[in-house]
């Protein structure tokens, strides 16, 4: 927490309105070309604690690769992080199926551009 609130980034990124999604649990979260390392902690741990029923991961490549394992293996440690009360189903979609830079492409906040 302390180095959160000595960052102006960080501080920006946890306590900002993308992020408060995961308090919503009426909303899905997508996240696309994000490795869930340790660097991103503050990240995951806000959506380890939020309410969003679905998270919507991308893998890039073979599916079956040992990277693509692994991260697999960490999404599947968010739905098991959560409590009964707000359970998180966690899903993966092939990164190539996603036009993130074509139309409705996402800004660096997050948002929809349309």
């Known amino acids: 927490v302390r180095s959160i609130?000595?960052?102006?980034?960080?501080?920006f990124t946890v306590y900002s309105e993308p992020l408060q999604i995961t308090k919503q649990s009426n909303q899905s979260?997508?996240?696309?070309?994000?490795?869930?390392?340790?660097?991103?902690?503050?990240?995951?741990?806000?959506i380890a604690k939020g309410k969003i029923p679905s998270l919507y991961l991308?893998?890039?490549g073979d599916v079956n690769s040992e990277a693509n394992q692994n991260f697999?293996?960490?999404g599947m440690q968010f739905a098991s992080s959560r409590n009964e009360r707000y359970p998180l189903s966690v899903?993966?979609?092939?990164?190539?199926?996603?036009s993130v830079w074509g139309k409705g492409a996402v800004d660096t906040l997050g948002?929809?551009?349309?």
């Open 5 to 11: 609130e000595s960052s102006s980034f960080l501080k």
């Open 29 to 46: 979260l997508f996240i696309f070309g994000h490795s869930l390392s340790e660097n991103d902690l503050h990240i995951l741990e806000q």
């Open 58 to 60: 991308s893998l890039y």
């Open 72 to 74: 697999i293996k960490k």
């Open 91 to 98: 899903l993966f979609y092939d990164a190539n199926s996603a």
């Open 111 to 114: 948002y929809c551009q349309q």
